[in-house]
């Protein structure tokens, strides 16, 4: 996931023929300098991002919830689907200990069990889930209060500054200014990854 979200490759989810993410009436944000993205997409398809600078387009969904996008239960711009749906992984939920708000995708969120080969994959599962803590007590941090209720954005956000949390990390070394910095990490990743603070 840490690898997707810098934008170095898709996630690597075993998704099968699930496509539940995509029939959960969620708005897709498609950026700026998605261009190949954006020439797939019928333009009937793309809104305007509200809240987000000019040029921030989203993808809604139809009346039963579902991607436009979505055809015989298959995406019809697969290869070059957004950013979003590209780094998207349920497996985040659990992950982060958080519950997904979506029943599709909370029945699969319930499936995934992770293994922890070494201590530092056990390390960094316990620094994940603090993170998710830490940004929930302190919703502060996300400016809008649509970010603070948003468990995808919460889950996100716990794995990008996750690094914060583990031993010897800022938050984990007891310095004064921990949580100033664990606040700066979570605006910083929020305002990258979402277009907001």
């Given at each position: 996931m840490?690898?997707?979200?810098?934008?170095?490759q898709p996630a690597e989810v075993p998704c099968g023929d699930c496509n539940a993410c995509c029939r959960t009436a969620h708005v897709i944000h498609v950026r700026t300098e998605e261009k190949r993205t954006r020439t797939r997409i019928?333009?009937?398809?793309?809104?305007?991002?509200?809240?987000l600078p000019p040029g921030n387009l989203?993808?809604?969904?139809?009346?039963?919830?579902?991607?436009?996008?979505l055809v015989d239960g298959r995406c019809t711009?697969?290869?070059?689907r957004p950013l979003a749906c590209r780094t998207f992984d349920c497996r985040?939920?659990?992950?982060?200990?958080?519950a997904a708000d979506r029943a599709a995708i909370a029945r699969?969120?319930?499936r995934w069990r992770f293994a922890h080969p070494s201590q530092d994959d056990r390390d960094r599962h316990a620094a994940v889930m603090a993170a998710a803590r830490h940004i929930r007590q302190h919703s502060e941090c996300l400016a809008s209060a649509a970010a603070r209720r948003d468990p995808l954005r919460v889950a996100v956000l716990a794995i990008a500054v996750h690094e914060a949390f583990l031993q010897?990390?800022?938050?984990?070394?007891?310095?004064?200014?921990s949580d100033r910095a664990v606040a700066r990490a979570v605006v910083a990743a929020n305002e990258k990854l979402f277009g907001d603070c």
């Amino acid at each position: 996931m840490q690898a997707a979200l810098a934008e170095e490759q898709p996630a690597e989810v075993p998704c099968g023929d699930c496509n539940a993410c995509c029939r959960t009436a969620h708005v897709i944000h498609v950026r700026t300098e998605e261009k190949r993205t954006r020439t797939r997409i019928p333009r009937k398809a793309l809104l305007p991002a509200l809240g987000l600078p000019p040029g921030n387009l989203v993808i809604g969904y139809d009346q039963a919830g579902c991607c436009p996008l979505l055809v015989d239960g298959r995406c019809t711009i697969y290869e070059d689907r957004p950013l979003a749906c590209r780094t998207f992984d349920c497996r985040i939920y659990a992950a982060a200990d958080i519950a997904a708000d979506r029943a599709a995708i909370a029945r699969q969120v319930e499936r995934w069990r992770f293994a922890h080969p070494s201590q530092d994959d056990r390390d960094r599962h316990a620094a994940v889930m603090a993170a998710a803590r830490h940004i929930r007590q302190h919703s502060e941090c996300l400016a809008s209060a649509a970010a603070r209720r948003d468990p995808l954005r919460v889950a996100v956000l716990a794995i990008a500054v996750h690094e914060a949390f583990l031993q010897g990390g800022t938050r984990a070394s007891g310095r004064e200014s921990s949580d100033r910095a664990v606040a700066r990490a979570v605006v910083a990743a929020n305002e990258k990854l979402f277009g907001d603070c």
